[in-house]
């Protein structure tokens, strides 16, 4: 480890207060004549000095936790050894001396105190270079260097008073004590995580592998540790044929061939370290991994299945299989265990259904569509387990009308499922519009399991879908209490707050989530989102592009929003400019409805209606708000039947669409089915409410003035005109001022 200086410790300690206070140390000599040997005793007596070092402030901190106190330090030349004697007032534990490196010495003092640290005996005793002292956490440490490099020792303990004695004995090689103390040391460093200090330990024993294989062997270890794997290796490969290689080092050996891409060589030592019973889970990940990067698929199986076998009891492992046949696209034998009931009962059964989400939804996307296909195929099978299986992947595909639709056409009840099955059941129809389905399963959980936070949190998620926004924010405020660091709760009380209209709430819930969790990419872009639906579009784009590449989904969606608000303003041209580069990726769907959108706004009815066109025959299905507008412009072309087919596709879309319920009205106008159209405008008259209110304040519903006027228009084009004027004059008696009416 080489020489420290008394610096180098000044600022050590767990709590950066443990500098080496330089005491004052009064020895008294007696010399004493025996006819065998001469011996110097120096007693090491505790000054004012030192007084002050045991009740400074530090050590007063101590004062609630009984220590001992170390009284005395001697040391005594005796014939060929050392003898060093520590007293304290009281015993403590001790385990013993650990070599810590050439010449060095370490000796820690358990549930104990001193006024460390103490000067070492330079002038009297030369064998002695130095003595420091320091404190720890559990006690104080003491480690002696010697001039001398190589030494064997013996400890023991004597009571009344207790003391430690330590008797050195000078050696002209490293014996076994020695070599296997070292290795002790060696390990405790390791353990504390000192990889350097360690290194430096074993460097003087690495010229000769052969004479110090274990050293070796963790000087080797070590090297991979402190990411000096080229150097480990290179002497790896250079040791003679005789070197016992251990298990441990061949497996820290394959992890470096592995890391270097070396995988036939990595395979190998697994294969060794496995096969000399090192049984452990990062050998066996080592192993299969190094199998599968080797196109070996079927061998890694097998050594899967071996290492599954040999450790039964390890959870992880298990899990890591599951994950690997997920992977080799083993899908149905993954999810069996998964659903392995004596897995569950390892660890908590919320752990091992997270486990299997992520790998599920962690799938690149043609493993997962392959995932679904051969799920799908078992599913036909009629076992509830299978079709539960299918059913979850199309969920955790975000494939929720899907899974909605294989779950209802089996005969499975929610008896047969586990609860973490029917939370994402309730979810895909939460996901689908269906609250109420929804609130079905979450209910059915707490049924179950009335603790069960994440259907609680559903059911606030379903109030607010449901527009019950404050019964969701006053149900939220409970679980805040129960649970306050969920950040579940924290996003279902942002999306209520985005559901009431109340976006700037939304936006402090969603920052209050990235002050708990920095870097949180569904916070970060949800909260764009919100920005965004608050009007503030384009500062939400420049605010993601300092986050996000400008190609990241994120950012098109934001070019998107603020298209829509350029046409919500009038400025159709601006739209179209903003939406035209992100037509080119035909993948992008809602550029491409939203640009259609724009062309009808802006006047380009023959393009928009081509476009439309080319989707449908494309197999897409337009949204309900692209379809008005195309009928809208079927209706400008004088086709008012074609318009009229995508009205009512429009509305069975969104059946309250105020407006696509007027351009059935006047598609049906166009084709002179005048009783079908004043039968719209009686329906759109008796749903529409006279007044709206907004706090304390009554608001005209300026809609009903719409149907009104329309009313009459219809009049004058069923050339019902003395009807018409008289229906506009009524109008005029009531609304004199209003202008459409005159």
Known sequence: MGQRSSQTKENSGPDGRGREYKLIITFLMEELLQTTFVMRRF??????????????????????????????????????????????????????????GVGQLSLSFEQAKSACPLRHLRSRFNEIKEILCFRNESGFEIEVEFSHPYFHFKSYVLNRPFRVIVDVYKTNFPTKGFIDSLADGVRAMIKEGSYNKALLALEPFISDP??????????LVLLCWTGKEDRALELFESLPQAFPKRPYLLKNMAQAYYDKKAFSKAEILYQKALNLGLCDEETCRGLVSSLTKMGKTDQALRAMNLCARMLPDSLPLRLWNAKFLLKSGRYSEAMQIYRDPVLGKKESAEHIYKEMDDAIAGLPPDALNNMLKKLKKASYKGSPKEVADYVLALTLAKKYELAVKVLESRAISSGQL????????????????NPHKAKEYFNTILS???????????????????GLNDKALK??????????????????????????????????????????????????????RALSDMGASSYALEEALQNFSSDDPVCSDLLMDMAVDRLRWGESGEALRLLEPLTKDRNIRRARFDHIVALVESGFINRAVTEYEQLVRSGI???????????????????????????KSALRQSPDSFDALMGEFYALQEIRKWREAQSILDSMDKAEPPVFKKGKKLLPNWRKLDIALERGWLLAREDRLAEAEEFFQGLYKEAPANIEIR
């Open 475 to 528: 149900e939220l405020a409970k679980l805040s209490v129960l649970e306050p660091g969920n950040l579940d709760i924290r996003f279902a009380k942002a999306y209520a707050y985005e559901k009431k209209g109340s976006f700037l709430e939304a936006v402090k819930e969603y920052d209050d989530i990235l002050e708990r969790s920095p870097g949180n990419q569904t916070a970060i872009k949800l909260r764009l």
């Open 210 to 219: 052969l004479a110090y294989p274990t050293l070796f062997s963790d000087y």
């Open 43 to 100: 007693v090491c007596i505790l000054t004012a000095v030192a007084c002050v070092a045991l009740f400074s402030p530090m050590n007063m901190a101590e004062a609630g936790i009984s220590r001992a106190v170390m009284t005395d330090f001697r040391v005594g030349r005796h014939k060929g050894f050392l003898r060093l004697v520590f007293q304290f007032s009281e015993a403590i534990p001790f385990s013993g001396p650990t070599v810590i």
């Open 418 to 433: 586990p609860v973490h099955f029917l939370y994402w059941i309730a979810w895909a129809y939460f996901r689908t519009g």
């Open 448 to 466: 179950r399991n009335p603790r069960h936070i994440k259907a609680r949190i559903g059911l606030t998620y379903c109030m607010s879908l449901q």
């Open 621 to 647: 299905s337009p949204p309900a708000y692209v379809l008005d507008a195309v009928a809208r412009a079927y209706l400008h072309i004088h086709q008012p039947k074609r318009a009229l087919d995508l009205y």
